[in-house]
Nanobody
Framework: QVQLVESGGGVVQPGESLRLSCIVS????????LAWVRQAAGKEREFVAA????????NYADSVKGRFTVSIDNDKNTIYLQMNSLKPEDTAVYFC?????????????????WGQGTQVTVSS
């Protein structure tokens, strides 16, 4: 089984940047697809971005393409979400999640393992 711990959330103004981190431990991360999923207050969880550890394949939601970048640091067993040009509609709790069979698609029900989440608030 894999364990996920997020950090890096905070309060920023529109147009600013923020980087989230997710430390991956437990069973080898190369077995999983790893994703960032967010949930705004009163809304369902929404896929943001995902990456395969071994193949470095990535996938992004249309709403964040060109603004967000997902990456991996193998030495630190950590995945990152670099968020630029943040908008108020990006405000949400951001979760790190892992799926079996290297899945990196948009169906959040396929992600079986979840971190505790970190709050991102974009407000002027």
């Amino acid at each position: 089984q894999v364990q996920l711990v997020e950090s890096g959330g905070g309060v920023v103004q529109p147009g600013e940047s923020l980087r989230l981190s997710c430390i991956v431990s437990g069973r080898a991360a190369s077995h999983y697809g790893l994703a960032w999923v967010r949930q705004a207050a009163g809304k369902e969880r929404e896929f943001v971005a995902a990456i395969r550890w071994s193949a470095y394949s990535t996938n992004y939601a249309d709403s964040v393409k060109g603004r967000f970048t997902v990456s991996i640091d193998n030495d630190k067993n950590t995945i990152y979400l670099q968020m630029n040009s943040l908008k108020p509609e990006d405000t949400a709790v951001y979760f790190c999640a892992a799926a079996e069979q290297l899945y990196i698609g948009t169906d959040t029900r396929r992600y079986a393992y979840w971190g505790q989440g970190t709050q991102v608030t974009v407000s002027s």
